[in-house]
C-alpha cells in the first residue's frame, strides 16, 4: 500500500513522516544492540535508465563522487571524518535503486545526517576523484577475474536472463568508456529529488532527539525543480524449456550446480512469505535425500531471487549444490526426482511441523536484528507494501496447511522449464 496510507503500527514503534521537501523518514527505535544505529536511504531508479553506450559512466558515479568528497571536505578528508566517528557510509548508484546507508553509534547520527545532506546540496565531483575512483575499479576487476564465484555468478544471471546486459558486470573495457562530464551529471541528477527518497533510521536512538536532527539536515535539502527521471519497470525473460550449460573455471577444484525454476506466481505481501516457506521445506527435503544417498548434503541451498531487484516480476528459486565432478550428473537427477516426489505426493505433517519450528527460531533471531528491519523497511517502501507483514508474514506460514503447501508445491514451477548451470575445473 502506499507509504501515505502507512497506518499506526504502534506494536513495531514503528512511526513515520513526511518532511516538506517531499523525503519520507520512517523510524524504529530498538534496544537490541546498545549503541548501535542503521540509517538507508534509498530510491528507486539507477544507470539502468540510462543509453547502454553511457551505462559505465552512470554505474561509477557515486564513486567518483565519493571519492571526490563532500562540500568542503576532500575525499581523504571525508574518510577520516567518518573514522573520527565511528560511522559506516557507502553511497551507491546501482542498476535500478540510489543508496546511502551505513551505520553510527548514537553520537554519531548528527554527522552521518549532515553528510547525507551534503550528497544532496554540496556535492564535489573533481578529476582526482575521477582518476581515483577508474583506479579502484580497475584494480577491483583484476581481483574479481580471478575470483571463480564471481565468474560463475556472471555466467549464471546471463544464461538465467538471456543476456540482459543490464545485469551483466562491468569490465575493464566498460572503464574506458566512462566520461568525467557525463558521470558528473548524472551523479546530480541521482542525488537532487528528495521527495524520491525515503530515510530508515533504526537503532537505538531517542525519538525526539532525531527528529530534531532530521529536521535541522534532511527538511533543509531543497526540493528538485525538476524529477531525475530514473524510475523505470524492468522484466527478465527466462529462457523457455530446460537449459542445460557447463562454465569451465580454472581456478575451481569441484563443481557447483544450480538448477533455477522461474516462479510461476505474482509475488505481493502474503505470498513473498509463501515463497520463502517453499524453499526452505524443498531445502529440507533435498537435504535429508542427498544425505540419504551420498552421505552428504553437498551444502544444498534453496534460495528465492529477484533478478532486477526491487522489482518483482520474474522471480526465481534457485537450487545450489557442490559436489565432486563425477556425482554431478547423480545428484541433479536426485534433486528432479525429489521435485517430483513433492509435486504428486506433496509433503506430511511431521515434515511440515518440524521446518515450522525451525522457520520460527529464525523469525525470532531476524526481528531482533537491526540491519534486518532497515533492509526490510527499506524494501516495503519501494514496493509500496504494509510493514505490518514483516510481523505477520512469520504467522501466516505457520498457519499454512500441508494442503495449502502441496498445492503451492506443484503449482509454483514448472519440471519443464529451468536451467542447470554447472561450474567445473
Known sequence: MPASELPDFSEASLSQI???????????????????????????????????VDRSSGELAASIGRESGLG???????????????????????????????????????????????????????????????????????????????AYEAAFLNINSQGLKVLQPMGPEDLTKVKFDFAKDFYKRAFSDPSEFVCVIVGSFD?????????????????????????????????PGITQKEIHIPKRTDAVTCLTFPWQKTMNERKIYKMAFTCQIIEACLRR????????????HVSYEFPVYPFLEN????????????????????VLGELKRLQEQGITESEIQEIKELEAGSDVFWLRENYYWSSMLTN??????????????????????????????????????????????
Not at 315 to 334: C, M
Open 18 to 52: 513526511r518532511l516538506p521537501n517531499g523525503m519520507w523518514v520512517w523510524f524504529k527505535p530498538t534496544d537490541y544492540e546498545t549503541d548501535q544505529i542503521c540509517i538507508k536511504v534509498a530510491a528507486l531508479g539507477g544507470y539502468a535508465s540510462l543509453p547502454a
Open 72 to 150: 568542503e571536505l576532500t575525499g581523504d578528508q571525508v574518510s577520516v571524518l567518518l573514522y573520527e566517528n565511528s560511522l559506516d557510509f557507502e553511497l551507491k548508484i546501482q542498476a535500478f535503486t540510489r543508496f546511502i546507508e551505513g551505520s553510527s553509534k548514537k553520537a554519531g547520527l548528527e554527522t552521518f545526517l549532515s553528510c547525507v545532506q551534503k550528497v544532496f546540496t554540496k556535492q564535489r565531483f573533481t578529476e582526482e576523484g575521477y582518476k581515483t575512483a577508474l583506479t579502484n575499479a580497475k584494480t577491483s576487476l583484476q581481483k574479481l577475474s580471478c575470483d571463480a564465484d564471481y
Open 207 to 239: 525519538y525526539d532527539h532525531a527528529l530534531e536532527l532530521v529536521n535541522k539536515y534532511l527538511a533543509t535539502i531543497p526540493q528538485a525543480s525538476q524529477p531525475s527521471y530514473m524510475a523505470q519497470s524492468f522484466t527478465s525473460t527466462f529462457p
Open 289 to 300: 535425500a542427498i544425505t540419504q544417498k551420498v552421505k552428504s548434503s553437498c551444502g544444498v
Open 315 to 334: 522471480p526465481w528459486i534457485s537450487i545450489h549444490f557442490q559436489s565432486d565432478v563425477g556425482q554431478v550428473e547423480e545428484l541433479k537427477q536426485l
Open 380 to 425: 516495503y517502501f519501494l514496493w509500496k507494501w504494509n510493514p505490518q507483514w514483516i510481523y505477520l508474514g512469520a504467522k501466516l506460514t505457520q498457519d499454512l496447511s500441508p494442503e495449502k503447501i502441496n498445492i503451492l508445491i506443484k503449482a509454483a514451477f514448472s519440471l519443464q522449464n529451468y536451467s542447470v548451470i554447472t561450474s567445473k575445473p
